[in-house]
Nanobody
Framework: QVQLVESGGGLGQAGGSLRLSCAASGRTFTRSIMGWFRQAPGKEREFVAAISWRGSTYYADSVKGRFTISRDNAKNTVYLQMNSLKPEDTAVYYC???????????????????WGQGTQVTVSS
């Protein structure tokens, strides 16, 4: 069965950095869109970043210039490098996969059919 396991979350300092990883197992996602979403307490899930199988990237305006998404297909893993952290980045971060290879990068979670369990990121001020 397919599993997506996030890691790298924890406590970060404002202005500091964290690197999240999401390792997939059960199948390969070479020709899939891989993305990151986050959800803060009392708020709806929001799109953070995504990367296509060809390497095209898209970022939410709130993280553009600070976060970088990348993937290592040999490891079946997607990463989120988070720099210049802000307290408002505090949330549970989820990785997700959209297996429709021909689709443009989607910012709606409805388009993603596999999800990780989430990892907590807390940024102190």
């Amino acid at each position: 069965q397919v599993q997506l396991v996030e890691s790298g979350g924890g406590l970060g300092q404002a202005g500091g950095s964290l690197r999240l990883s999401c390792a997939a197992s059960g199948r390969t996602f070479t020709r899939s869109i891989m993305g990151w979403f986050r959800q803060a307490p009392g708020k709806e899930r929001e799109f953070v970043a995504a990367i296509s199988w060809r390497g095209s990237t898209y970022y939410a305006d709130s993280v553009k210039g600070r976060f970088t998404i990348s993937r290592d297909n040999a490891k079946n893993t997607v990463y989120l490098q988070m720099n210049s952290l802000k307290p408002e980045d505090t949330a549970v971060y989820y990785c997700a996969v959209d297996t429709v290879s021909y689709r443009m990068i989607a910012t709606s979670g409805d388009e993603y059919n596999y999800w990780g369990q989430g990892t907590q990121v807390t940024v102190s001020s």
